[in-house]
T-cell receptor
């Protein structure tokens, strides 16, 4: 079975541009989460979606938005890019059943975004 | 607010040595979950172990074992007889079991483990 897939793998943008990152969860998983990982640090939670509804949002500005589609895939959008947005963006999926906090997350390999 | 601290930035061992990764956490909740994830150079985080706040029994799973002590808010992870393939960044993470928190994980800064042949 395919794992979590993310596209693109790498992306280079300039300040002020907009970017869209895509994620396909594992088949049967209904929950998708997004994390930002700056070089040398641990991942930081951005969003979680379950059944197309936003379930949680981390401490990120409104320039960051996301959505989940009927097939449970997800997009992360970032507007007005800043140099500080350069990071590895990780998508994770989970079944979305039972106690959410105990769920094991399955991560993709991420999209490496560089903002110049 | 919840916080996870991994004081060891880098650890280097020789193959077959045992290695323990330290993790200290802060939370005001009484119900929470603790995790260890591994991040190899390919980038994806791989789930290793999970423990809930009600169960302090320490366990062994293959070469992995963990020591959860609520009194000291620590959740340490040990790899026995380390192998070169264990080289990766290891993250400790905390999830609070509030209805509104979903599956939001708070990660530590990570510990880079290098196992030399």
């Amino acid at each position: 079975d395919a794992g979590v897939t993310q596209s693109p793998t790498h992306l280079i943008k300039t300040r002020g541009q907009h970017v869209t990152l895509r994620c396909s969860p594992i088949s049967g998983h209904k929950s998708v989460s997004w994390y930002q990982q700056v070089l040398g640090q641990g991942p930081q939670f951005i969003f979680q979606y379950y059944e197309k509804e936003e379930r949680g949002r981390g401490n990120f500005p409104d320039r960051f938005s996301a959505r989940q589609f009927p097939n449970y895939s997800s997009e992360l959008n970032v507007n007005a890019l800043l140099l500080g947005d350069s990071a590895l963006y990780l998508c994770a999926s989970s079944l979305g059943r039972g106690t959410a906090a105990r769920e094991k997350l399955f991560f993709g390999s991420g999209t490496q975004l560089s903002v110049l | 607010a919840q916080k996870v601290t991994q004081a060891q930035t880098e650890i280097s061992v020789v193959e077959k040595e045992d290695v323990t990764l330290d993790c200290v956490y802060e939370t005001r909740d009484t119900t929470y979950y603790l995790f260890w994830y591994k991040q190899p150079p390919s980038g994806e985080l791989v789930f290793l172990i999970r423990r809930n706040s009600f169960d302090e029994q320490n366990e062994i799973s293959g070469r992995y074992s963990w020591n959860f002590q609520k009194s000291t808010s620590s959740f340490n992870f040990t790899i026995t007889a380390s192998q070169v393939v264990d080289s990766a960044v290891y993250f400790c993470a905390l999830s609070e079991a509030r209805e509104t928190s979903g599956s939001r994980l708070t990660f530590g800064e990570g510990t880079q483990l290098t196992v030399n042949p």
